[in-house]
């Protein structure tokens, strides 16, 4: 389990907590946040124990998940971002999410914290691929994986839960890439 939070010039990412409910629900419910992935929208409240318990459980059983982006100083987070293991085309892979409340956006807080995601797996977890699943129409996301050094794989990409979605990878192995499902819940 992360002892300490993750930091950067401007952020402090830490496991999420109970305390997070309202934030999660504000975040993924918001039209706008949830444009490109509406099949991960949260429909009611309801739901965000839910989300929250298995946010809860990765964590629990692989000691690392996504993590919650506070600016120093407030009371909520501004967003989420993290990484999940999952499975796609055969391989164990860590997923890139992250999510941020649109009042934050166009400020580098998602690429500043996808960034510290990523060299936190670099530390941790060198011997995982990375995947990031975009919808080719959304430009902000395309900016921010290949600022990552996450590199499209045409061969990789293709429907997914929300419709056409390119896949960008780091460390992918070669060999076989048979389909294989890769699960969709953020």
């Not at 504000?26 to 409240?45: M, Q, Y």
């Not at 391989?91 to 995601?117: I, K, M, S």
Request: net charge positive; hydrophobic share 35%; aromatic share 8%.
């Amino acid at each position: 389990m992360l002892r300490e939070p993750l930091r950067t010039p401007r952020l402090v990412l830490r496991q999420p907590s109970v305390a997070d409910i309202d934030a999660i629900y504000a975040i993924h419910s918001d039209a706008r946040a949830c444009e490109r992935n509406p099949a991960d929208a949260l429909a009611s409240r309801r739901e965000v124990a839910e989300r929250l318990r298995r946010w809860d459980t990765h964590w629990s059983e692989q000691g690392y998940g996504y993590f919650g982006i506070d600016l120093p100083g407030t009371d909520a987070p501004i967003g989420f971002c993290g990484i999940k293991l999952v499975r796609f085309r055969g391989e164990r892979v860590l997923n890139l999410f992250y999510r941020l409340d649109p009042a934050f956006w166009g400020q580098g807080f998602a690429t500043e914290a996808a960034q510290a995601v990523v060299d936190y797996a670099d530390r941790r977890l060198p011997e995982l691929a990375m995947i990031a699943r975009v919808r080719p129409q959304n430009v902000a996301s395309r900016r921010i994986v290949t600022k990552l050094g996450l590199v499209k794989q045409p061969s990789l990409g293709g429907l997914g839960e929300d419709g056409l979605e390119d896949v960008y990878t780091r460390r992918w192995p070669t060999g076989d890439s048979r389909s294989e499902s890769c699960p969709q819940e953020r």
